[in-house]
């Protein structure tokens, strides 16, 4: 009997490798954060800090080319209004220097925990407690495409509240003032350690607990008590400024700041781990995120 007989279609498209469906599943996983409302005013929040970097940048240039070189008697003395000026942008850290994206990228952190927190538990969690996670491994595509799909879902996330913003302020900052491409590549370098930590450490805490209330009480135990925890241990208690290596965000400043081109030793609070001891600790984390995430998804039973 023909196959016309049974009313069956031959494949006529193009065979691609199961690589490929790594974009249609980190395609999935976006289409399913982008439908919540609530990621939608969680990143107009995460934008408000953009925003005061943003503005600042331009108003503070606007002050510049406005003012002249006539002094200004206030309180008693003439300053300079170019240099007043000057002061306050290198003050706020408005100046475009790589302490300027260092600040950012530090501040904006609160808001993409919360985000990360909210697409961990919907993206990963629910695969394991529906049952979708056999369905995808179930198809000709091995785990590493599963985690790689995923992942891929969550750096589009950090990226948007951290790397494209930042790169924005980069330009603006070359429109209005001058270019500086060195800063360009510690951008991306920070972003991308951002991404890959960030987003291991997520699948692997969202494998763990599943749902959105723990995921958020474990993540703030993590990036906030133990924040609060090392900074009482080194500047209240006077320990070892070593002790610092437990906070994993500050961790992240620390090679974020060196890969901008900022000088480690003006890093504030001074009481900080060399760049390549909080390197080694975020290393050992992705290891082990990534090591949990290879024994859980191996222990889910596939029919084939």
């Known amino acids: 009997m023909g196959v016309e007989l049974l009313h069956y ?4 498209g193009e065979f ?18 982008f439908r919540r409302k609530l990621f939608w005013v969680l990143y107009v929040l995460g934008l408000s800090i953009f925003l005061l970097y943003f503005f600042g940048q331009f108003l503070l240039a606007w002050a510049a080319t ?26 706020l850290k408005l100046n475009g220097s790589g302490e300027t ?10 808001m993409v ?11 990963i969690g629910n695969d394991i407690q529906h049952g979708s996670l056999p369905f995808y491994l179930s198809k000709p595509l091995s785990r590493w495409h599963y985690l790689l ?12 509240m951290t790397t494209l913003p930042a790169l924005v302020l980069f330009v603006q900052w070359g429109l ?20 890959v930590f960030l987003s291991l450490m997520l699948a692997a805490t969202a494998a763990w607990l599943r749902r959105t209330v723990p995921l958020i009480m474990i993540w703030a135990t993590i990036f906030l008590f133990f924040s609060l925890l090392a900074k009482a241990l080194v500047e209240g208690l006077r320990y070892d400024r070593h002790w610092r290596l437990i906070d994993l965000w500050n961790d992240i400043y620390v090679v974020g700041y060196y890969c901008l081109g900022n ?26 995120c990534l090591t949990y995430l290879i024994q859980r998804i191996r222990g889910v039973e596939i029919v084939r």
């Open 9 to 12: 279609r031959p494949w006529r």
């Open 16 to 33: 691609r490798s199961p690589l490929a469906s790594v974009w249609p599943i980190a395609r999935v996983s976006l289409s399913i954060m």
């Open 66 to 91: 406005q003012l002249n070189e006539s002094n200004v008697p206030v309180m008693g003395f003439r300053p300079n209004p170019v240099q007043l000026v000057d002061f306050i942008r290198n003050s």
């Open 101 to 110: 994206y260092a600040n950012y990228f530090w501040y904006q952190g609160s």
């Open 113 to 123: 925990m919360i985000v990360l927190a909210l697409a961990g538990a919907l993206l």
């Open 149 to 160: 799909g995923k992942c891929l879902a969550v750096s589009v996330f950090i990226n948007l």
């Open 176 to 195: 209005l003032e001058s270019w500086n491409f060195e800063l360009l590549f510690g951008i991306f370098a920070y972003g991308l350690i951002l991404t």
């Open 263 to 288: 000088d480690p030793a003006r890093i504030r609070p001074s009481e900080q781990p060399e760049t390549y001891q909080a390197a080694l600790v975020l290393a050992a984390g992705c290891i082990l």
